[in-house]
């Protein structure tokens, strides 16, 4: 088993400055390694029918990759003294980065997603340094003890667990400091534990998460969600509008952007902390949750312009989506249900189910008949049962039946037959 732990550093005045040289002469290979890349990429992407007729013809050149960037470090610390300070493996660590930036670019993930055009790191855009590797017993007393870098003193407000040995160390600067997280190994406990437990209906809860209800549970609980960002937007607003009145690389704007920065992470922290309440109160509740495989991504994607027949745009409701996407991730409801929630089912030895969410807010809880509803719409009148109750409560009992398969939402389309709405089926 693969656990992290995070502690806060302390480090005196000559420790910082060290860290955020180090920071700062990594972020520069960084982008030297990056540019590399993308040079070559330039000069040798276009296939031969697609060259023009007259062009400069470039000296030939090794394309760069990650064992060749790992053996050009040894040139550059002849080349450049001040880099034999950094720890050799923290150096290889940075070219792994950016062949995992530039991989990812281009021919994507495990799961094919390709990602975006890597950047170039500005200051203060690279705030980790990584070590691959640190001795087991790194921790001595009040301090740690890094790789050619020395003892730091830390704030070790929890012990790290019997059993489980260091592997590596992140070393980060966040808004208010230094922090290091530490992996931990166990190679004797499996890390993804099988969970042998039978969804009933009575250890069982289902689950439908919301904007208006963070969380509807299918025995009545509705869960509003606190809106962190929303309760600091006034705030929030009042320091950038003090700080766009500074001149820029003034101090007074330097302290005005770590003031909006601890703010930020304020909030963050705020939501993440409600987050792992929220859920420990519905594993508490049940030992099986439904929730619905929801893509949060493609709720808040942007809408598509609209063009009339002389190709004037028109309106496309872009506006009022915006105010509705900030609402998606003020709530967090994709790292809530994504991480967050099964990770603390994991460690409690409970599960966490997906169901298809196709339907679940369109058919009736009670009868299970189709009706039809509007986003606006946020309440729940079904003309066939009389049944009566807030929208998110119906999704959440159907969630569940669902996941117990005593309903099924294969055939969940809007057909009808006989003037009326199709009954799904019960299983």
Not at 77 to 95: S, W
Request: a positive charge; charged letters at 30%.
């Amino acid at each position: 088993m693969i656990t992290s732990y995070q502690y806060r550093l302390k480090p005196n005045y000559e420790q910082r400055c060290r860290l955020t040289r180090w920071l700062d002469m990594l972020r520069c290979q960084y982008n030297w390694l990056l540019a590399e890349r993308f040079d070559w990429w330039e000069m040798n992407r276009t296939t031969v029918n697609a060259c023009p007729n007259t062009c400069s013809i470039a000296e030939p050149k090794e394309q760069p990759e990650y064992y060749g960037q790992k053996r050009y470090l040894v040139q550059l610390k002849q080349e450049r003294p001040g880099y034999q300070d950094i720890h050799a493996h923290v150096l290889q660590e940075v070219v792994k980065r950016v062949n995992l930036a530039f991989q990812r670019f281009l021919k994507g993930d495990s799961n094919g997603k390709r990602s975006g055009k890597p950047r170039f790191k500005g200051k203060n855009r690279y705030r980790t340094i990584t070590f691959p590797s640190i001795k087991p017993d790194c921790i001595q007393g009040n301090r740690i003890i890094f790789p050619k870098f020395g003892a730091i003193k830390f704030i070790q407000h929890r012990p790290t667990p019997d059993g489980f040995i260091i592997k590596r160390a992140l070393i980060t600067k966040k808004a208010d400091g230094w922090y290091v997280t530490l992996t931990l190994e166990d190679k004797s406990v499996p890390n993804n534990p099988t969970v042998d437990i039978k969804p009933t209906e009575d250890n069982s809860l289902g689950v439908d998460a919301g904007l208006e209800y963070f969380a509807a549970c299918s025995d009545g609980t509705l869960v509003k969600p606190p809106k962190f960002y929303r309760q600091s937007e006034n705030n929030l607003g009042k320091l950038q509008s003090q700080r766009d009145l500074r001149a820029i690389g003034s101090k007074a704007r330097r302290k005005l952007n770590q003031r909006i920065a601890r703010l930020h992470q304020r909030i963050v922290r705020q939501r993440k902390q409600w987050h792992y309440e929220v859920a420990g109160q519905l594993l508490d509740r049940a030992d099986v949750v439904f929730i619905e495989d929801l893509k949060v991504s493609n709720m808040a994607r942007r809408n598509k312009p609209k063009q009339d027949e002389e190709g004037n745009f028109l309106p496309n409701g872009q506006s009022a989506k915006s105010g509705l996407n900030k609402s998606f991730a003020d709530a967090g409801i994709a790292g809530f249900l994504n991480e967050i929630l099964p990770d603390k089912a994991e460690k409690a030895g409970k599960r966490v189910i997906k169901v298809n969410p196709a339907g679940t807010s369109q058919h009736c809880a009670v009868c299970l008949n189709r009706v039809s509803k509007s986003l606006s719409e946020r309440w729940h009148d079904c003309p066939h049962c009389g049944a009566s109750m807030p929208r998110d409560l119906c999704s959440g009992i159907l969630i569940k039946k669902v996941g117990l398969g005593i309903a099924s939402l294969k055939n969940a389309k809007s057909r009808k037959r006989d003037g009326e709405a199709r009954a799904l089926i019960y299983d």
